[in-house]
């Protein structure tokens, strides 16, 4: 794991909220992050800078991947995360976050995404 990434993780696990601000890096709750953490983001600055701003950059997205329709599953006529019974909400949320952060994935997309997957092992009954 590099150290960019590490630091990251570090103040993540502080719940502090880092991003770009222009040339510089914004994060909150400041009384959160010690002075050696402070210090680490300014050794780092450059590439913490370079991660944070390509984390927001997003490939243009098209329509959705699926049709509502194909969420249609329910006697109410829809599935929403809420529906899902509990194990099977934490594999939705755990695929979404996947999707999104890793995939690189619009929120919607994210979303949509996996609450097909979720839909479609419920189906085969391969339980999380």
């Known amino acids: 794991m590099n150290t960019v990434t590490q630091l990251l993780q570090d103040l993540q696990r502080r719940g502090v909220t880092v991003r770009a601000v222009g040339d ?15 210090e680490r983001m300014r050794r780092h600055k450059t590439e913490l800078l370079a991660m944070l ?14 049709q ?13 995360p809420n529906d899902l019974p509990e194990p099977w909400q934490e594999f939705y949320l755990e695929r979404c976050g996947v999707r999104e952060f890793c995939g690189n994935q619009s929120r919607e997309h994210a979303e949509a995404g996996a609450l097909a997957e979720t ?4 189906e085969q009954d391969d339980a999380p």
């Open 119 to 122: 839909l479609a092992a419920m």
């Open 53 to 66: 701003r390509g984390r927001n950059r997003r490939p243009p997205v098209g329509p959705l991947p699926v």
């Open 24 to 38: 510089r890096i914004g994060f909150k709750p400041a009384d959160a992050v010690p002075p050696e953490l402070v």
């Open 68 to 80: 509502p329709s194909a969420f249609t599953t329910t006697p109410k006529g829809f599935v929403v």
